[in-house]
Nanobody, 115 residues
Framework: QVQLVESGGGLVQPGGSLRLSCAASGITFSAYIMGWYRQAPGKQRELVATVTSGSRENYANSVKGRFTISRDNAKSTVYLQMNSLKPDDTAVYYC?????????WGQGTQVTVSS
């Protein structure tokens, strides 16, 4: 059974930092493209960042220079380091594992940026 378990969300002040983690099981982690997506209230789910099996990174323009995605294949875990957080970053953040044709999602973790 495939599981993606996110952790690390919470409440942070503008300008602060958070680190999200996603621990995967039930998949050959190193083969998968891993990603983070987010969904704010009333909005569609959107891409935040992805990292390929070869560690090539891709970011949404809105987070470039502030967020960093990384993966540890030995721990089957993907991370999202979020710095200089803004209120617009408030959303539920979802972990994703993609390897055609399979596509898996975590349950999501809430990130709230507010003073």
């Amino acid at each position: 059974q495939v599981q993606l378990v996110e952790s690390g969300g919470g409440l942070v002040q503008p300008g602060g930092s958070l680190r999200l983690s996603c621990a995967a099981s039930g998949i050959t982690f190193s083969a998968y493209i891993m990603g983070w997506y987010r969904q704010a209230p009333g909005k569609q789910r959107e891409l935040v960042a992805t990292v390929t099996s070869g560690s090539r990174e891709n970011y949404a323009n809105s987070v470039k220079g502030r967020f960093t995605i990384s993966r540890d294949n030995a721990k089957s875990t993907v991370y999202l380091q979020m710095n200089s957080l803004k209120p617009d970053d408030t959303a539920v953040y979802y972990c994703n594992a993609y390897y055609l044709p399979t596509n898996y999602w975590g349950q999501g973790t809430q990130v709230t940026v507010s003073s």
